[in-house]
């Protein structure tokens, strides 16, 4: 070989090593944090990981530090009197990571595709009659009833590099495992099952985020002896049973999110076409035996919760919350008397019929478990057996959609179409009242605060008679980040995915 061409070629090799190595002193000084996450590769995709979103993508809007709404890539809106016509305006100096500015065009684009009959993806597509486009950062959507458009969960995603591709196969498309967003941090790499590498993005509108490099480490049966070895910085879905595990540790942090508007309850389902259940008494006596802000604590959950027995208009906070029943196990017997499910001297069984019994579904592996032990010694002091049935969550929502069930620990959305769909004669419970109805349907005709708050007031009462179902409390979420971890706030800014780009260490 030539001297020459020697030259060459090691000038080649010495390129190729310093291309596929990242400069050691330029990763010495780049910040990491290490994130356990209950998911999967596809974690940015339509699924159900939620607080994963807002890393990868943008809402239009999103909540301020007390609850109320701030602009995210809608810098302003404007709606008409009766709330049908509502009219944004987008930043102009958000992009895409591929360089792509987002457009008005994305929006439309993304609100369509999930309204398309092969997927019908989330809510935003509701009630959508149609999505004009005045200008790259100005578009109207037009609804056939009141609605608040400024929905602080849905994303939106990239109309150039999604238009062509295959609605059918929405749910398995590649883009999901390896995304380009706008969001503070950008897709690295990832490998199936056991990691994404997610880089900082230094074109993000807000300026890039102060921690360089996420690991995000899918899994989480195991998320507490993997905090206490060292081996993630923050675990984001906590098992409420291993708080106490963590004492005094100054080492953590726990952080509670609950959500402005409380989007979703913890509740028992009950099927009313089960005998025992049928009856409003039962129910009613069902919900008086349990000790729900004795909940509360042993799921070491903050005592801020809301317990209520009714739905929630969006803009309730805790000062004006319905009062819910009260734990009155001597009550709840008394209602099963009356029912005939007890003597009345005795409070055994009624010999003319078998004991009050029936089986629970309960997704294994949440804190539903640990509610369900709980529930059950209750019931069971005032003479109710119910039996649990660990399932996994995706076979309990099928059963519970089927109807194929006694009772269940299931979310509960807070939202009308939420209850729409739980609350009618034709749905999983087979609850059947026209008043409730009625109202339910009202509180989409109107956007109005004095005639919203009229229509629950009218409600609270029917519901709390039927209990349709039990309100065990709203949920919060827990995560458990090191102390050294600074940018989140209780209650509302408590969620270190969603709001990752306000995350800054402070050794």
Not at 76 to 97: C, G, I, N, Q
Not at 115 to 136: G, K, Q, R, T, Y
Not at 143 to 170: C, G, M
Not at 330 to 343: M, P
Request: hydrophobic share 40%; net charge negative.
């Amino acid at each position: 070989m030539s001297r020459a061409l020697r030259i060459v070629v090691s000038l080649c090799v010495c390129f190729c090593v310093s291309c596929g190595r990242p400069n050691v002193d330029d990763t010495a000084n780049q910040s990491s944090l290490t994130i356990l996450y209950d998911a999967d590769e596809r974690m940015f995709g339509p699924y159900w990981s939620v607080g994963a979103w807002f890393m990868m993508f943008l809402p239009l809007v999103t909540w301020d530090a007390d609850g109320g709404i701030a602009p995210r890539l809608a810098r302003s809106w404007e709606y008409t009197s009766d709330s049908r016509h509502w009219t944004f305006h987008l930043r102009s100096d958000v992009r895409w990571h591929d360089g792509r500015p987002v457009t008005a065009h994305d929006i439309k684009f993304s609100i369509e595709l999930a309204a398309h009959p092969d997927i019908l993806f989330d809510d935003a597509w509701h009630d959508v009659d149609s999505i004009n486009v005045s200008d790259d950062t100005t578009f109207t959507i037009h609804y056939r009833r009141p609605k608040d458009a400024r929905n602080t969960w849905i994303v939106y995603w990239p109309k150039h590099l999604l238009e062509d591709l295959d609605p059918s196969a929405f749910f398995e498309w590649e883009f999901w495992s390896q995304p380009v967003g706008n969001g503070p941090y950008r897709y690295v790499r990832h490998m199936p099952k056991t990691m994404m590498e997610l880089d900082a993005n230094p074109d993000f509108f807000d300026g890039p985020p102060s921690i360089d490099r996420l690991i995000i480490k899918f899994g989480g049966g195991s998320g507490i002896t993997e905090l206490l070895s060292g081996n993630v910085d923050v675990l984001t879905h906590l098992n409420q049973a291993d708080i106490p595990k963590l004492g005094n540790d100054p080492r953590f942090q726990v952080y509670h999110h609950v959500h402005p508007e409380l989007p979703w309850f913890s509740t028992i389902l009950w099927n009313h076409r089960h005998p025992g259940l049928r009856d409003p008494l039962v129910r009613r006596a069902l919900t008086m035996a349990i000790d729900r802000p004795a909940l509360l604590r042993a799921l070491n959950l903050p005592p801020s919760i809301v317990i209520t027995d009714a739905p929630m208009a969006p803009r309730h906070r805790r000062h004006d919350v319905p009062e819910p029943l009260p734990y009155d196990p001597d009550g709840a017997r008394a209602l099963l008397v009356e029912a005939g499910w007890l003597r009345a001297d005795t409070g055994d069984q009624a010999t003319s019929r078998d004991s009050l019994r029936f089986e629970v579904l309960v997704r294994a592996g949440n804190r539903s478990e640990q509610s369900a032990v709980l529930v059950q010694a209750s019931l069971r002091a005032i003479g109710v057996d119910m039996q649990i049935r660990m399932l996994d969550g995706t076979v309990v929502r099928n059963l519970v959609r089927a109807g194929d069930f006694d009772a269940a620990f299931h979310p509960l959305w807070n939202n009308v179409d939420g209850y729409l769909n739980w609350f009618n004669p034709d749905g999983p419970l087979s609850y059947e009242n026209a008043d409730v109805r009625s109202l339910l349907l009202s509180i989409k005709e109107t956007m109005d605060p004095e005639e919203l708050d009229d229509i629950y007031r009218q409600l609270t009462p029917l519901i709390e008679r039927d209990m349709p179902v039990t309100f065990l409390f709203s949920e919060a979420q827990s995560y458990v980040v090191p102390a050294w971890l600074r940018g989140l706030e209780s209650p509302y800014r408590a969620d270190p995915m969603q709001f990752s780009e306000r995350l800054w260490i402070e050794r």
